[in-house]
């Protein structure tokens, strides 16, 4: 009878020594509580972040899209989007996140998860994209800007609009040169006009009849419009690039959170 007692005495023994002891929230490190609290400083973080590239995006949309009929290619627009979309992610992404955390549910912190990686994705091939384009836009420009002139001028509205404002605003004529004009379409309607009135110095009616140096301006357009749009290209690349290091850090603190979460459950 006592043989039988220390059998089952050591048997019980040998079972408990088997048996893992669950895992405690505040276990190593870095804790369940301390990974939540990092979080939500981080989404305060993150929320400021995203309404700075949003800003961006919108301030590049509403002031510097005069010209954008004049690229030969929609890169520079869609960089402006891709912040904007990436921007507007913030808010919805912070509420996200905040329930996940509050609630502690794999589903939403993976789902969290997903979308940090997203806005990393977006704002990284943002920055890129405007850091490749800001190099090609000078040879695109060069090879199409002009044919763009004297082409659809007067026959494309906004186009045309696109063209005066720049002539305006830059003190320019021409893509190249003032004389560029005299083989437009343009100026085969109207051979008395050699210039639009956008080159005058003092705008008015007709002015552009008369292409003296005193009347018009001589300088063409391309090297001002390059380095107007390779400035803004500069700012974008430096905010995509730059704002894109933010979501490393949530994705990286989220992932260990929804490791040590599932690890405290099972």
């Known amino acids: 009878m006592a043989e039988e007692k220390k059998k089952d005495s050591s048997a019980l023994l040998a079972k408990k020594k088997k048996v893992k002891p669950r895992k405690s929230r505040d276990a190593d490190c870095c804790s369940v509580n301390f990974l939540k609290c990092v979080l939500h400083i981080f989404n305060v973080i993150f929320l400021f972040a995203g309404a700075g590239v949003l800003l961006v995006g919108a301030w590049t949309v509403t002031s510097r899209h ?3 009929s004049l690229l030969p290619t929609p890169t520079y627009p869609a960089i402006a989007y891709l912040l904007i979309i990436a ?3 913030g808010v919805p992404l912070c509420a996200l996140g905040c329930c996940g955390l509050k609630t502690e549910n ?11 990686l997203i806005t990393f994705i977006l704002e990284a091939g943002a920055g890129g994209l405007a850091y490749y384009y800001e190099v090609a836009v000078e040879d695109e420009l ?9 082409t659809n001028y007067a026959l494309d509205t906004i186009v045309t609009n696109a ?7 830059f003190k320019c004529c021409g893509a190249l040169r003032y004389s560029d004009w005299r083989r437009s379409a343009w100026h085969e ?15 008015r009616a007709r002015c552009g009849a008369r292409d003296h140096p005193s009347n018009i301006y001589y300088d ?17 690349a430096a905010v995509g690039v730059g704002m894109s290091v933010i979501p490393i850090f949530g994705f990286f603190f989220s992932c260990v959170l929804y ?3 599932k690890h405290v459950i099972d």
Request: with cysteine; glycine share 2%; net charge positive.
């Open 106 to 116: 794999r589903t939403s912190l993976l789902c969290y998860t997903y979308f940090l």
């Open 87 to 89: 921007g507007a992610l």
């Open 259 to 261: 490791v040590k979460i």
């Open 142 to 150: 060069r090879a199409e800007l002009n044919t763009t002139f004297i």
């Open 163 to 169: 063209v005066d404002s720049m002539q305006t605003e």
């Open 189 to 203: 309607h109207d051979p008395r006009l050699l210039v639009p009135d956008s080159c005058c110095r003092s705008v």
């Open 220 to 236: 063409g357009c391309m090297l001002q419009f390059t380095n107007h749009i390779r400035d803004n290209l500069i700012i974008l």
């Open 66 to 68: 005069r010209f954008v």
